[in-house]
């Protein structure tokens, strides 16, 4: 989806800093009870924290030898803007960035810290981190889901390229599990049709996107998520994927990343964009089983909370809500943990991924997939241009 959906609030200060580290949970009674997230965190709850910084890692290293442990990190809503004072809340609302010590009692958010630029000393609330949960699992759950109706006269490639996909065992056809999902029923191949899901509360078709001319589509994933619940196929997996139709996913690259990674009792995602606001984009949405669960329980009160806003924007600046948006102001909302996996995907939709002289480029796209190593390389709308991104990762030809 156009990055523009997800936001970029950074202030002149942060252009001094190149790379990003995570943002931080709060240690509130109800969230110390529902668990924790993957990535660092930044907790600012007592004088005796905010006067002794550090970098974290021996804290965690002593940590890890008592009991296995994840690091957690706060959800948008309750960090700092880049021009508050953020040894406040120890958290920033940028994707990526924290909080570093400017002078005494002051913080900014920022991607990374030099000392002495700017007046800034560059320490940081301790870290905090919570028990992991289970057993470590890579097997996944993957679903993409074919859009008929676009609201585009444009036509779409999204039906061609699951058919191709589907042909070579390619994408979420590479998963132990794995479901189409659309708006209308239509064969994948000669053994498989897409389940079709209903526009029951008559939300598909209400707003289109100035820019592309095609519907928002928070509401058509909203009812996907909801067949997702019904089927419960996910409940057996480790993990749930939801992958775009033009992303070419590798899913053995997934497992790799999932490989030390264990769920929590409150649920793990993992943003994969950088210095935006809301960095959960939508070619590779990776949830934890337990995160899936929890998703799933509560969709119905986070339609009936964020559905009269998803449509204008509301609290939002940057209009309506992509379905990745809307997800992710679910978990958040329901405290499931937010990890940073900023290299799991290469995505033109995401300012980041781009090169220095491409940031404006929404078109943008990897040049030589050869040479990427994420697990989703994204977009390839054109079929011979998918399976030629494809064919140069696994270094084979694929005849579409």
Not at 35 to 55: Q, W
Request: glycine share 8%.
């Amino acid at each position: 989806m156009p990055a523009v959906e997800h936001g970029v609030d950074i202030d002149d200060d942060t252009l001094l800093f190149q790379q990003a580290e995570p943002t931080c949970q709060p240690r509130s009674k109800l969230w110390m009870i529902l668990g924790a997230a993957s990535a660092v965190a930044c907790v600012v709850g007592a004088a005796a924290s905010l006067g002794r910084m550090s970098s974290g890692a021996e804290d965690m290293g002593a940590i890890s030898r008592k009991e296995d442990r994840v690091r957690v990190v706060k959800s948008l809503a309750a960090c700092s803007t880049s021009k508050d004072n953020c040894l406040e809340t120890g958290c920033c609302q940028i994707s990526g960035h924290q909080c570093y010590v400017k002078s005494a009692g002051v913080g900014r958010c920022n991607s990374t810290c030099t000392p002495g630029v700017k007046g800034f000393e560059c320490g940081q609330p301790n870290f905090d981190s919570v028990p992991a949960r289970g057993e470590v699992r890579t097997d996944l759950y993957c679903f993409s889901v074919y859009t008929a109706d676009t609201g585009s006269p444009k036509p779409s490639t999204e039906l061609a390229l699951l058919k191709g996909q589907k042909k070579f065992g390619a994408s979420i056809f590479g998963c132990e599990a794995w479901d189409v999902f659309s708006d209308v029923t239509v064969g994948i191949a000669a053994d498989y049709n897409t389940v079709q899901v209903e526009d029951t509360n008559k939300e598909f078709h209400q707003v289109k996107r100035k820019e592309t001319g095609t519907w928002v589509n928070w509401a058509m994933f909203y009812q996907v998520w909801l067949k997702i619940r019904e089927r419960n196929t996910w409940a057996s997996k480790g993990w749930t994927v939801k992958v775009d139709a033009d992303a070419v996913f590798i899913p053995q690259r997934l497992k790799d990343f999932l490989s030390d990674k264990k769920d929590t009792d409150a649920g793990r995602y993992f943003e994969n964009c950088k210095n935006v606001q809301y960095g959960f984009f939508g070619n590779l949405e990776v949830l934890s089983n337990k995160a899936t669960e929890v998703l799933t329980t509560w969709l119905e009160e986070c339609h009936a909370r964020f559905a009269p806003c998803a449509n204008d924007g509301c609290d939002w600046k940057f209009g309506a809500w992509g379905e990745d948006v809307f997800v992710q102001r679910c978990m958040d909302h329901h405290y499931i943990n937010k990890g940073e996996a900023f290299d799991l995907t290469k995505d033109g939709a995401c300012p980041s991924d781009r090169p220095a002289d491409q940031k404006k480029n929404k078109k943008w796209r990897a040049p030589d997939c050869g040479k990427e190593l994420a697990a989703s390389v994204h977009p390839f709308k054109k079929p011979q241009e998918y399976f030629k991104c494809l064919g140069d990762i696994m270094q084979t030809t694929y005849s579409v």
